[in-house]
């Protein structure tokens, strides 16, 4: 039992970890949470006032790499009995168990990369290696990567690329009589071979997927040295998990209810931390010379290349398939795992790929974006200097003065949600994830168009209603007038035959009864579900495993809440298919927001994705889903359905007619007319979101 003393420092953590706000409401501040306080009943504001106290005065934690030694015998027990795994180079990793499931073992803060850091800051990620005869504590959540985000505000560190893995294959510690064992810190361990040389192994063999010298293959599969140890339990797939937040915010910790899988699913979870903002993405071409890949940009994308290497090379030791390894990411997570299926470099590392929301353009190049990056380096102390001085100086700055210097521009969300009146389409936006040349050799539609890098089954989702995750109070008002006079003016710059487009397509009350979900139906059509489409229609011509491509169309049974202060999302939105998918109805939760309250329509709808998720997860394939051709027939349709003809499927989770279950609907040629309309009157790619 916990003393009470033990309990309230749990829940100060807690609290000092909390956001403060949501990263979607941008204009946020502390002291809309001051006036929200108001409206708590006496005891809970005391309460929460004298903890907020406490978190204020606590000091961020710049300590978090220092660990102590421990000789006391209630400290012995507790390593006793905790999950430990020793890897390959012998140093000893030490968990514990879920509260929530104790055949759940979790390791926190994993070291995968070397900090990025001085001379390392706007540079790709560099593995670290192994300690021998080390034993590390991984039962704290690392630090955060440096962001704006209020939520990892006291745990955040340019520092920060740590992994967290959850694993019910992992056997108990066994006991030990030593008082003296030294416990280091997660910070000198785990280093895998230099990213840099990877570089140049990939120009050594004339830009083929690079190879590494130091990787042995075992008779199993999977990679690295291995002992003889025998498991009984098998090896358990990989869900990889990448985090979203526009690639301005996002942490291990942000996605309230992510461990939900790992709790509920025979599964591994494998959740890293990778650079964000100007320090996972700013492009220079001053800081081209110097980097080993001679260009500039996507060092977050070398972050996860990094990662998904560590768990090639230790993923066995943790009772975890590195042979059956799923990329699953939401909103700017998808988009970076369409920047992996761009990298030559990502070939062998992953499996299967599970993409939420993705962004699908990415097509700039590095004159567009050192471009629209140049703003940064002008707001910063440094913007006096040129060449080796300015890289020296930027590499010297505190890292508040980089994130200070960030304009709000960079987080697209707000932006890329509908057609704006530009019919030149989203190019003044800035793009983050671009086209190196190196990391992301090509843009994402020719990497599906030609010979891909990685062929591996893809699922490829929206939502209908992706921009209801920012409602808009006024849109709520309209009526069909209303609706058809903002086409008209917003779109009267527009090629001919636009504004009666739209019109025929989506201001038809026949068509769609209720204006709003008419307006936020245009909007995720044309910057996310329509992309998804001709994401589809490459891959299926070029790749031969399957391509699913899927679209959501359920509801919230009720309004969800993303904070306290949002208007609640009542339609289908951005992200709302994670929240079914995990379970995670607490999500906004730890941003004030009252618990939201599933229904039967809710949860049969977690009962139906759930399943097709696993089945990915688990196969490469899903029983459940029907693969798209679209143009010529894929052979992987055949074989995975060979009683199914070929076809422009499109996987539809709905509700089922005007009761409470959701169901799962293959829906030939959907939407196929409504997109190359679309297409036809000039949204194309410089419409598709970006970021």
Known sequence: MHKESDAATALINALCRTPHRNWLISNMTAMHIATSLRHINSNGTVLLLSLSLVCAASPPHTQWHQQTRSTSKNKRNEIQTSPSITLACGTTVQGYHHPDNSTLSVFKGLRFGKAPTGHLRFRPAVPYKCTANATLNATTEPPA?????????????????????????????????????????????????????????????????????????TSSGGRGVHDAKVRSPPLRPIVFWIYGGSNVVGSTTTYHGLENLAIEEDICLVAPNYRVSAFGFLAMNELIHGDPRNTTGNYAITDLLVALEWVQDNAREFGCDPTRVTLYGQSSGGTNIFALLASPYATGLFHAVISLSGSANISMGVPQLVSQHSAVVQATSCSNLTESALVDCLQALPPQEILDAVPPTWDTVPYTMRPHRDPTGNKDLVG??????VTVARSLTDTLAKSPYVDVPLYLSGLRDEGNIMPNSTVATWTYSNFVDYIRTTFERYPAGTIDTLLEKYAQEARVPHVPQAYYDMGADVGMNCANRQLAKLASATFTSPVFLVEFDVAPSHPFHLSPFAVGCHLPFHFWDWIVIQGAWNFSVPSGALPYVPQPQDTSATRVIRPVIMDIVHTGVSHALTPYSGSDGVSALQSHKPQQPSMAATNVFQQQGSGLNATLKVIPSYKEDLCSSLSNVGFGEQFWWIN
């Open 432 to 437: 983050l994830v671009g086209v190196d040349g």
């Open 145 to 217: 990567c440096m962001q704006s985000d209020g939520r990892v505000k006291g745990n955040m560190s340019e520092d920060c690329l740590f992994l967290n893995v959850y694993s019910k294959a992992v056997p108990a510690a066994q006991a030990s009589d030593s008082d003296t064992a030294t416990t280091t810190s997660v910070s000198d361990a785990l280093l895998l071979t230099s990213a840099h040389q990877r570089v140049k192994e990939s120009q050594a063999t004339n830009g083929t997927a690079p190879k590494n010298p130091t990787t042995t293959t």
